[in-house]
C-alpha cells in the first residue's frame, strides 16, 4: 500500500534552515506529483510546494509565503522528495505533511522556528 515516511523536522532559530524529506513507498514515485503541505496550531492545513514531472523537467510550484525561501525537489532513484527551508521564519512553524495525489497523506513532521 502507499506509505508516505516524512523526517527533517525540528527546532530552528529564526533565518536558519532545514531539509525534509519525504521517502515513497507502494507504488511507481516517479509517475505522481508530490506536494508538501503544512498546518500550524490552530489554522488550516494550506499548500505549500509541489513537484510534478514532465520529459522536459520538474514543475514546481509555491506558496506566496516561502517563494524565494523553500525549494522543492525530487529523487525518483530513492523515491523521496525534498522541502529545502530557508530563512525560516517564526510563521512557519507547523507540521508538515507529504501528499500524494489522490489524498494520500504522511503522518507529518514537526518544525518550530524559534529562538
Known amino acids: 500500500q502507499v506509505q508516505l515516511v516524512e523526517s527533517g523536522g525540528g527546532l530552528v532559530q529564526p533565518g536558519g534552515s532545514l531539509r525534509l524529506s519525504c521517502v515513497a513507498s507502494g507504488f511507481i514515485f516517479s509517475r505522481y506529483a508530490m506536494s508538501w503541505y503544512r498546518q500550524a496550531p490552530g489554522k488550516e492545513r494550506e499548500l505549500v510546494a509541489s513537484?510534478?514531472?514532465?520529459?522536459?523537467?520538474?514543475?514546481?510550484n509555491y506558496a506566496d509565503s516561502v517563494k524565494g525561501r523553500f525549494t522543492i525537489s525530487r529523487d525518483n532513484a530513492k523515491n523521496t522528495v525534498y522541502l529545502q527551508m530557508n530563512n525560516l521564519k517564526p510563521e512557519d512553524t507547523a507540521v508538515y505533511y507529504c501528499?500524494?495525489?489522490?489524498?494520500?497523506w504522511g503522518k507529518g513532521t514537526l518544525v518550530t522556528v524559534s529562538s
Open positions: 513537484i510534478s514531472y514532465s520529459s522536459t523537467g520538474d514543475i514546481t
Open positions: 501528499k500524494r495525489m489522490g489524498d494520500y
